[in-house]
């Protein structure tokens, strides 16, 4: 059990802060904050994906400990205070502990320090949440990605067997599937937007998504992102792969649109979009705002990429100068329009703490 104040030994610069004997002392309820607003709804699309509140409480505590702790506790401590300072800052919530004056790029930065010693130390499941972990909001996503994809390919999490060797617990297992399930769905985003093949094969994973536990009530994110990267795993086969070379009529089109009804049908019904759109975004308090921007760009994302490959498609097919609005141009249009009537909602917080809403701005 953890005393009111926490004091943080051996000395750091926390935040650009240098900690002296006046200001050893940091309200352990504002710490713990950092924890609640990683793991809360608005960023389950990322955290909650893969990390658990016992993990991000553990590396907390021993990092504003008395004792050193190791490498991997310190990384992934740093990580969280840089992600919990950026969401508290954004929701104005820093504002009651100005003298603490935390940096949130400091402590990405601080963690990023560790990047090479997490690839080249002994196996952990703290190296491991760290190393992913600095995905999120790091400048140097794709260099990461592949880091991470490396990483996962020596230490062969894609095996049960290679798991259950590496861990010791049922929880540590649980983990380290969660975190490799979430590469995945990190991958095969990233290779639809940049129209490249993904090295990771759902095919290839003889392990499940892990499910939630108990009867908790949150929203099963790791779900969500799995299911919405295999309708992007089954675009680049269609466009990118040995079916691209076999003749398409339009009807693997209409099957997409069913499978991505399906995925919105899936959502809980509080998440799901009316006829593509959002209704009453701004009457939405702020955490179910940008749950439901975040579904609303994933939807989208999908659609334009359907939409504007098969545009590029037709007009290559084209011999007559003058023609209607091809099927896939008006529904992109569409799709547009529709993305054009949302983003004027959008608010410079909402920008800020979704990287989806950036994309279409």
């Known amino acids: 059990m953890m005393t009111k104040h926490v004091t943080i030994y051996p000395p750091e610069i926390f935040g650009g802060l240098e900690m002296n004997v006046d200001n ?7 710490v713990f904050d950092f924890v609640d607003v990683c793991l809360s709804d608005q960023l389950g699309s990322s955290v909650s994906a893969f990390l658990d509140r016992a993990s991000l409480e553990s590396a907390v505590h021993d990092a504003l ?18 992600l919990g300072t950026h969401f508290l800052q954004c929701e104005g919530r820093c504002e009651r502990l100005p003298e603490l ?5 400091f402590h990405f930065n601080e963690a990023l320090k560790f990047k ?6 002994i196996f952990s499941v703290q190296s491991l949440q760290t190393f992913f972990g600095l995905l999120i909001e790091s400048r140097e996503a794709r260099s990461f990605l592949f880091d991470c994809i490396r990483y996962s390919q020596i230490m062969r999490l894609n095996r049960s067997s290679s798991i259950d060797a590496l861990c010791a617990t049922p929880e540590d297992r649980r983990r380290v599937k969660k975190a490799m399930w979430f590469l995945y769905a990190m991958e095969q985003r990233f290779c639809l937007r940049t129209e490249t093949f993904p090295l990771l094969n759902h095919d290839f994973i003889d392990h499940e998504p892990p499910k939630p536990e108990g009867h908790s009530a949150s929203v099963d994110w790791l779900s969500i992102l799995c299911h919405h990267a295999s309708l992007c795993a089954f675009i680049l086969q269609e466009f990118y792969g040995q079916k691209a070379l076999q003749s398409q009529g339009s009807s693997y089109i209409f099957d997409l649109e069913e499978q991505l009804r ?21 009457t939405m308090r702020s955490q179910e705002r940008r749950i439901k921007l975040h579904i609303f760009c994933l939807y989208y994302e999908i659609l334009l990429a359907v939409y504007a490959k ?10 007559d100068v003058i ?20 983003s004027h909602q ?5 920008v800020i703490l979704s990287t989806n809403s950036r994309r279409f701005l």
């Not at 004056?101 to 790029?105: A, D, G, L, S, T």
């Not at 090479?116 to 130390?121: A, E, H, K, P, R």
């Not at 098969?310 to 011999?319: D, H, K, P």
């Open 323 to 342: 023609m209607w609005p091809s099927f896939g141009d008006q529904q992109q249009t569409s799709a547009v329009k529709k993305l054009l009537e949302a």
């Open 116 to 121: 090479d010693q997490l690839l080249n130390d």
């Open 24 to 30: 050893l002392t940091i309200q352990r309820r504002f």
């Open 65 to 82: 400990g008395q004792l050193p702790c190791p490498t991997p506790t310190k990384a992934l401590a740093h990580m969280v205070l840089a």
């Open 346 to 350: 959008f608010t410079v917080a909402d």
């Open 101 to 105: 004056q935390h940096n949130p790029i």
């Open 262 to 282: 399906k995925w919105m049908q899936r959502l809980p019904s509080e998440l799901q979009l009316v006829d593509g759109q959002i209704v009453g975004l701004n």
């Open 310 to 319: 098969q545009t590029s498609t037709e007009s290559l097919a084209v011999t």
